[in-house]
């Protein structure tokens, strides 16, 4: 993976982008934001905020609620509306990593034991489905129906995409179509929302709601082929889940279409029976390694989402130079770098 490294940051002696800049630039905001979370995720029922808690504050970087931060202070907001609605974001967020760990069967997220494993099946859908109502709520309070019909189309969209993603689990015949409308929906709807949303209540018009939902929209996809590419080559503390998942659990991701499509006919039957949940030893993974390794499937998706980067920056390129958006733009080059 050198080579890799080297290839994404270009000079080893530039240190790689963070989101250090952006945590510094809202993070009196995100602490409002944070006391919106933590008031709104109580509840008579104490099973309730002890699950959501669990994950809540289990790590997560809140990139999502930073996005609707710093393209309010790109806009020069100086009002407080996107607080509630950034913690909407995050619930929205949230409840959809609790239901995609049931319909998982994930061991691990954000470097913990999941939360379905500790409180059960039941309680951590129930539970999503709480902070979905949640969310909506924070939204009806803010007024706006072009902020709820913003949201509550991301929601529904994020829920297409998983069901898309199901119906394409272990189909080794997904093309590359099918998984950019699967991590479009399922990914990328919430990033341009969760930006699009600051344009909304700053009041700043439909051009700047269209550039920043590209941006959002962009980011997304990078952030996803990324996360898809280090599945297969980082390591658990760094990708905070267990390594290989997605080739255990049969997902068909970039580097599989890539490696598969490239691959000879031995290599195809291998992918096949892999993705059929035939082919899931450790050895196996070490072999899908190969292959991925051999047909450039892993550089080939990061170029991908390096592509998506570029067009995610171009999309904000007219505004004027800013703290803020030197912090958007760092943002998306962390997105691609990261575990390198």
């Known amino acids: 993976m050198s080579a890799t490294i080297h290839h994404i940051n270009g000079d080893d002696n530039i240190s ?35 699950l959501a808690g669990h994950l809540i504050a289990g790590g997560g970087k809140r990139l999502r609620p930073m996005l609707t931060l710093a393209s309010g202070r790109l806009l020069d907001y100086s009002g407080d509306r996107h607080h509630k609605l950034s913690a909407a974001v995050e619930f929205i967020h949230t409840a959809t990593l609790l239901h995609d760990d049931v319909v998982d069967g994930s061991d691990m997220r954000r470097g913990k034991t999941a939360a379905n494993l500790i409180f059960g099946n039941p309680a951590a859908v129930l539970v999503g489905d709480f902070l979905f109502s949640r969310s909506f709520e924070l939204m009806v309070e803010d007024g706006s129906l072009k902020v709820l019909k913003i949201l509550s189309n991301a929601s529904a969209v994020i829920a297409e995409g998983e069901v898309n993603q199901l119906t394409a689990q272990r189909q080794i015949s997904t093309g590359e179509e099918q998984y950019l409308e699967i991590i479009s929906a399922k990914t990328a709807v919430l990033f ?117 980067g570029r067009i995610a920056i171009d999309s904000i390129s007219s505004f004027p130079d800013s703290n803020a958006k030197s912090a958007m733009v760092e943002a998306v080059k962390f997105a691609i770098a990261r575990a390198y």
Request: aromatic fraction near 4%; glycine fraction near 6%; hydrophobic fraction near 40%.
């Open 192 to 308: 341009a929302a969760a930006c699009k949303i600051a344009a909304v209540v700053a009041e700043s018009g439909e051009e700047s709601e269209k550039a920043l939902g590209a941006y959002g929209r962009n980011l997304g996809i990078a952030f996803q082929l990324v996360d898809d590419a280090i599945d297969y080559v980082s390591d658990e503390e760094t990708m905070g889940k267990s390594t290989g998942d997605d080739f255990r659990d049969g997902k068909i991701t970039l580097p599989v279409i890539l490696a598969h499509s490239r691959g000879n006919d031995e290599e195809k039957k291998f992918w096949k029976d892999a993705m059929l949940g035939h082919r899931v030893r450790d050895e196996d993974l070490i072999h899908a390694r190969h292959l991925l390794k051999k047909h450039n499937a892993i550089d080939d998706t990061i170029a991908r989402a390096r592509h998506y």
């Open 16 to 50: 790689p982008p963070s989101l250090e800049n952006m945590m510094k630039l809202v993070a009196p905001e995100l602490n409002r934001v944070n006391a919106v979370i933590l008031d709104r995720m109580q509840s008579e029922i104490p099973l309730i905020p002890e």
